[in-house]
């Protein structure tokens, strides 16, 4: 979708994105675009079953990603799994919309550590029950997935890669879902994205998590040429015992 849609405009938003937002989500994203200025929405640049992802730009020019977490075709269970024995979500109801709202805050907060922790992330700015604004990692399009580029140099994408699993640990998170699918390669450096199953390191998930996170990488690392396994990681980390 190409088409620029006036962020006053509301009547013709309704119109594009009829049968992908609800009443309810159209009307978060208005209040964000109010917050952070938003001139005007780009359309999609990613769409799923879970999750889409619009482009908006504010009032300065800034290119903002505005991620919209579905709430009908949301996995219940599967979300329910990585926030139940997440200290920080202890009073969620048991609501398919609270759920998802409590996952969007999620991500919102696991966003926020990462990139205070100088992670390379998107950074994010502002969220509303089922919609999360944050940078748009890209130039004229979306940068593109690990799984869909070759780097032009892979040990250092591998490397820099470590860095950040490194300061992501070292700030108390596990990504969850870290792989090539959930990392973008913009002017060949790799962003750590989709935070929304990221767990504190005292959950009881944690080392699970984490070691399919070092699977992930050391399988993404063979497939392009480097020498990298699972107790290399788990040094660089310096993993705590739990």
Known sequence: MKREIDFERRDDARKIFKGVLDEQSLYSMYQIGKQLKIKHFSGFVKTGKESSVILAETNKGQRLAIKVYAIEAAN??????????????????????????????KEFSNLQIAFLAGVKCPRPYSFKN????????????????????MPKDPAKTIELIL?????????GIIHGDLSPYNILLHEEVPYFIDFSQGILLDNNLSGELLERDISNIVSYASKIGISLNADDIRQRLKIKKQ
């Open 163 to 171: 860095v950040n699993m490194k300061k992501l640990y070292d700030a």
């Open 76 to 105: 219940f269970r599967n979300i329910k799994k990585y926030i139940i024995g997440d200290r920080r979500f202890t009073s969620i109801k048991n609501s398919k919309r609270d759920i998802v709202f409590a996952w969007c805050r």
């Open 130 to 149: 089922n919609i999360l604004a944050m940078d748009f990692i890209g130039d004229d399009n979306v940068a593109p997935r690990l799984i869909d580029v």
